[in-house]
């Protein structure tokens, strides 16, 4: 009788969380990088921080998956696969600390409410248009309340982007309107984008951008891409 392959056994506790300010659910277990095994149900939308290089996340039953990779790699994307490439810098201090802020704000800017909201359908609608599915994310502070960051919105280049302001109740429909009327001037080949306006306990407000930048990113990878044989 051939011999079974022996898999690690997972001895990871199940942890939930409860947040009834946020009205908020989380899961959180443990697993083995070496043998990655969804094990918490299925979702819509999987977040995949600096995966192993074959990683395809079609354990986890998930609609959309992103891959946010601290190095530059030319990943064959599952047909559900988008990839976040991280360009600040490739320390790995830095690489966390970013990933660490961002991806709260992704996901309140899905389940969060607000003033204007945008849905998971907008969410969609952004990324179909994003053929490349190499996308770009900046988190925007304002470094005053009412004043358009404008000088960090420069020199962006989106052609789609998904966009959300966080604050607190001082937001107002007049920022709307002003980031509304700046994002296709500050973005001029900018073809599709979804605003919305959503409340959250970050002080000052903050400004996500999450989609396919003007410059392809994949002509990049071309020649910076990383040897997978290391991921």
């Known amino acids: 009788m051939a011999k079974l392959k022996e898999e690690p056994v997972s001895l990871s506790l199940t942890i939930r969380t409860m947040d009834f300010d946020a009205c908020?659910?989380?899961?959180?277990?443990?697993?083995?990088?070496?043998?990655?095994?969804?094990?918490?149900?299925?979702?819509?939308?999987?977040?995949?921080?600096?995966?192993?290089f074959d990683y395809t996340a079609v354990d986890t039953h998930s609609e959309v998956v992103f891959f946010l990779d601290q190095m530059p790699?030319?990943?064959?994307?599952?047909?559900?696969?988008?990839?976040?490439?991280?360009?600040?810098?490739?320390?790995?201090?830095?690489?966390?600390?970013?990933?660490?802020?961002?991806?709260?704000?992704?996901?309140?800017?899905?389940?969060?409410?607000?003033?204007?909201?945008?849905?998971?359908?907008?969410?969609?609608?952004?990324?179909?248009?994003?053929?490349?599915?190499?996308?770009?994310?900046?988190?925007?502070?304002?470094d005053?309340?009412?004043?358009?960051?404008?000088?960090?919105?420069?020199?962006?280049?989106?052609?789609?982007?998904f966009a959300n302001l966080f604050g607190r109740a001082d937001l107002s429909l007049a920022m709307y309107i002003e980031l509304d009327e700046a994002l296709p001037n500050f973005n001029p080949h900018l073809v599709f984008y979804k605003l919305g306006l959503k409340f959250y306990p970050c002080e000052p407000p903050m400004l996500l951008l999450l989609g396919e930048p003007e410059t392809d990113i994949s002509a990049s990878l071309a020649c910076k891409t990383i040897d997978p044989a290391g991921f």
Request: with cysteine; proline share 5%; glycine share 6%.
């Open 24 to 52: 908020d659910e989380s899961l959180h277990t443990t697993f083995w990088r070496d043998a990655p095994r969804a094990s918490l149900g299925n979702s819509d939308v999987c977040f995949a921080v600096n995966a192993p």
């Open 144 to 161: 005053h309340p009412s004043q358009l960051p404008a000088a960090k919105l420069d020199g962006l280049s989106f052609k789609t982007v």
């Open 73 to 142: 790699m030319d990943r064959k994307l599952p047909k559900n696969g988008y990839q976040v490439i991280y360009q600040a810098g490739d320390a790995d201090s830095d690489f966390r600390a970013w990933a660490e802020a961002v991806m709260p704000y992704l996901r309140e800017a899905l389940l969060g409410s607000g003033m204007i909201c945008t849905d998971y359908a907008d969410f969609v609608s952004v990324l179909a248009e994003s053929t490349s599915r190499r996308l770009r994310c900046e988190l925007i502070s304002y």
